[in-house]
């Protein structure tokens, strides 16, 4: 079954730049969408379709997908970005998740 | 707004049955497909299965198939999730989440607790 793996944890200075990186087999050649979860609450789809952004979300998040790895970037991080990220790809008509990572900001 | 509604939390016993359902609104409901995602305590996410509501088709994961079933009810725009033969293993929050033709899943519903003890 395909597989998504991300790093478990990812920490940035407040004002940094983080990135998110999410690898999976020829990951490039399927859409990929990343989805924003604070504790308490139900995930938030902050990038779809690769690098396009759902509206209200802040142009402080970006996307990019290639080869075998997409990565999430958070510019500007700040402390209201610290949260637990899932990426995820659809496979053969199934849906898969990416295992998560939670960014600290501090 | 476009929301999804879930009902409230649930206590089971092993070996029970229990139904979720998702209330959509502020959209035409037969355009779009629903998803059931779950998440068990400290956990990562995990896709459920998928069911259109234009044509019922559904698409359950692997390890799910045979133990639960989705449906839709178009008068009242509502979305059913069923899992039979209840175990621990099955105690978390379970989402519904709406998936538009591009097969973004983009809205989520609050979740509905489910705990099997």
């Known amino acids: 079954s395909y597989e998504l793996t991300q790093p478990s944890s990812v920490s940035v200075s407040p004002g940094q730049t983080a990135s998110i990186t999410c690898s999976g087999h020829?990951?490039?050649?399927?859409?990929v969408s990343w989805y924003q979860q604070r504790p308490g609450q139900s995930p938030v789809l902050v990038i779809y379709?690769?690098?396009k952004r759902p509206s209200g979300i802040p142009e402080r998040f970006s996307g990019s997908n290639s080869g075998h790895t997409a990565t999430l970037t958070i510019s500007g991080a700040q402390a209201m970005d610290e949260a637990d990220y899932y990426c995820?790809?659809?496979?053969?008509?199934?849906?898969?998740f990416g295992g998560g990572t939670k960014l600290t900001v501090l | 707004q476009v929301q999804l509604v879930q009902s409230g939390a649930e206590v089971k016993k092993p070996g029970a049955s229990v139904k979720a359902s998702c209330k959509a609104s502020?959209?035409?409901?037969?355009?779009?497909?629903i998803s059931w995602v779950r998440q068990a305590p400290g956990q990562g996410l995990e896709w459920m299965g998928w069911?259109?509501?234009?044509?019922?088709?559904?698409n359950y994961a692997q390890k799910l198939q045979g133990r639960v079933t989705m449906t839709t009810d178009t008068s009242t725009s509502t979305a059913y999730m069923e899992m039979r033969s209840l175990t621990s293993d099955d105690t978390a929050v379970y989402y519904c989440?709406?998936?538009?033709?591009?097969?973004?899943?983009?809205?989520w519903g609050q979740g509905t607790t489910v705990t099997v003890s």
């Open positions: 379709q690769d690098r």
């Open positions: 995820q790809a659809w496979d053969s008509s199934t849906v898969v």
């Open positions: 989440v709406r998936v538009d033709n591009g097969e973004v899943m983009d809205v």
């Open positions: 020829k990951l490039g050649d399927k859409y």
């Open positions: 502020g959209y035409s409901f037969i355009s779009y497909g």
């Open positions: 069911i259109s509501a234009y044509n019922v088709n559904t």
